[in-house]
């Protein structure tokens, strides 16, 4: 059984679990439940050793595993397992398959029957690369961006960016014509898996939209209210 006893968990002066408690019985499914920002990822963090917990205990079959690593613990039976397509795209199919060979012995290596008779299509693929590549250069209109020189351009200009604009511009531009959430920003351009309840957000935004849209006849940086923020072309 894997039992959680009271964690408390932070980034820096901010918590993000508060005395938290659950078990998960063999032999049972047990899901975590709530709305964006609450702390479901570091729970999940904390249970796979990727954040440290600052006080409470973790405990596996009755074994403290509190402050193992991440390592330690994935020898245990304790991983992530990868969502959707979050997989290494440079590597074959394969050879993903086979990252989570680590923890075994020499002997144990080799992928399960079991793993192609519920996904077939993986015989025919596993010499195929797991993902395509990477854009390196983002455009909206006449909005660039480069990822390996960290320049940004509109028109001929170039636009300097602190490297926290840099980051939240490449989301932005990565998911051009879609609406990010506030959620999506704080996990993905500010590491935070819970909302700190500060408008940090909107003074980024704000300086950013001062940098790549004023003085343009076409802005390009939307708010969506209710909704998040945009990237595109034109307002609709």
Not at 111 to 121: E, G, N, Q, R, T
Not at 141 to 163: F, Y
Request: charged share 25%; proline share 5%.
């Amino acid at each position: 059984m894997l039992r959680v006893n009271a964690i408390d968990l932070y980034y820096g002066a901010a918590q993000a679990l508060r005395a938290v408690s659950l078990a998960a019985e063999p032999g049972k499914v047990t899901c975590v439940l709530g709305r964006n920002g609450v702390g479901k990822t570091s729970l999940l963090d904390a249970l796979a050793g990727q954040h440290p917990v600052s006080s409470g205990t973790i405990t596996l079959d009755g074994s403290d595993i509190t402050r193992l690593s991440p390592s330690e613990r994935a020898r245990q039976g304790i991983a992530y397992v990868p969502q959707g397509r979050e997989i290494f795209p440079l590597l074959t199919v394969e050879e993903n398959l086979k990252t989570g060979f680590a923890p075994l012995k020499r002997e144990d290596r080799s992928i399960p029957d079991d793993v192609f008779s519920l996904f077939p299509v993986l015989g025919d693929m596993l010499g195929r690369r797991g993902g395509a590549r990477e854009e390196t250069v983002y455009r909206v209109a006449d909005l660039e961006l480069d990822r390996l020189s960290h320049r940004v351009t509109r028109g001929k200009e170039e636009i300097m960016l602190q490297p926290r604009e840099f980051r939240l511009l490449e989301y932005l531009m990565r998911h051009a014509g879609q609406v990010v959430t506030r959620t999506m920003l704080l996990e993905n351009v500010w590491d935070y898996h819970f909302d700190p309840q500060t408008n940090v957000i909107d003074v980024h935004i704000s300086r950013l939209r001062s940098k790549i849209d004023k003085g343009r006849a076409t802005p390009l940086l939307h708010t969506v209210r209710g909704a998040g923020y945009m990237i595109r072309e034109s307002a609709r």
